[in-house]
């Protein structure tokens, strides 16, 4: 394999350590072997999260946006986010949100098989409480039946629900349940990050509170959805009558998760056809 040296900077304090986030850069430039630089000046490619303030002045320049934060990308070459479009503020992008880094959506079309009757009503899994909706969702939900809280905020279980992501032990948690409530940090169009794929993973409906643009990529059969506090009663009804009825919930569950296009959207491929655009760029 040919190497390619690689510059990370601003990035989060476990991101070496996170399998599956490393592995977009390893799926970005396939035939390579990524090697890892400190030489801010002089590699080939660097690439920047939005946790800190660093420059560099590598020969190739990408911004990752994980997170739906502004930020300046005028210093940058290309562009790897949550925007759904080719082009941002002028920039070559490929989107790519966090959903299909930690939950590739081909894996999602295989469903769990589930016994809805064996499993409680409802889980949530938080630990920002800066989004008032997800309280106020959770603490509605609640007066209908009880929901359990495995994060730190909220929490009513005894303790915290240990992992992150796709780890299995989020993932167990959840599958313990016939629905998960699922709201993200913001709504944006295009950020959709892991939620509503780790409720797919386990086998539970998600009840989600996001990107608008969600069913562009799920199908909007297979979960409920919120869309603002006027939603609540209508969706807390539908919950209460899967419920009751588990037959429904059955037909629900057999929806497939995922847009068929979707799968093509995130596949290896379209990947390395942008990662092929960066290293033929020359400022």
């Known amino acids: 394999m040919t190497p390619l040296s690689v510059c990370f900077i601003n990035v989060f304090p476990t991101f070496f350590k ?10 970005l430039f396939p035939g390579k072997e990524l090697v890892i630089s400190e030489n801010k000046e002089e590699t080939e490619v660097g690439i920047s999260l939005l946790f800190g303030s660093e420059t560099n002045r590598c020969k190739r320049k990408i911004l ?10 005028s210093p940058y070459d290309f562009l ?9 503020y002028g920039k070559k992008n490929l989107y790519l949100p966090l959903f299909p880094i ?3 959506p081909h894996i999602l079309e295989k ?6 009757e064996k499993r409680k ?3 949530f899994i938080v630990s920002n409480p800066h989004q008032p909706m997800r309280g106020d969702f959770f603490h509605f939900v609640s007066e209908y039946m009880k929901v359990d809280s495995g994060g730190k905020y909220l929490n009513n279980i005894g303790g915290q629900i240990p992992g992150t992501h796709s780890e299995k032990d989020i993932i167990d948690f959840i599958s313990g349940y016939n629905f998960c409530i699922c709201f993200e940090n913001s709504s944006c169009p295009g950020y959709c990050t892991e939620k509503i794929a780790q409720c797919m ?14 069913c562009n990529y799920f199908n909007e059969k297979s979960f409920l959805r919120v869309k603002s506090h ?10 209460k009558e899967l419920q009751e009825n588990l037959d429904l919930y059955r037909e629900m569950y057999k929806e497939n998760w995922v847009r068929s296009e979707t799968v093509e959207k995130f596949s290896d491929k379209e990947i390395a056809s942008f990662g092929e655009k960066i290293l033929s760029y020359k400022r």
């Open 80 to 88: 790897i986010s949550h925007f759904d479009a080719d082009f941002v």
């Open 201 to 214: 993973a386990a086998g539970t409906i998600p009840v989600y509170w996001g990107d608008p643009d969600v």
């Open 111 to 116: 469903k769990p098989e589930v016994t809805a």
């Open 121 to 123: 009503f409802c889980c």
């Open 230 to 239: 006027e939603d609540f009663q209508s969706v807390r009804e539908k919950m």
């Open 18 to 27: 996170e399998e599956k986030m490393m592995k977009v850069f390893k799926d």
């Open 64 to 73: 990752f946006i994980t997170e739906n934060w502004r930020c300046d990308v």
């Open 102 to 104: 930690y939950f590739p």
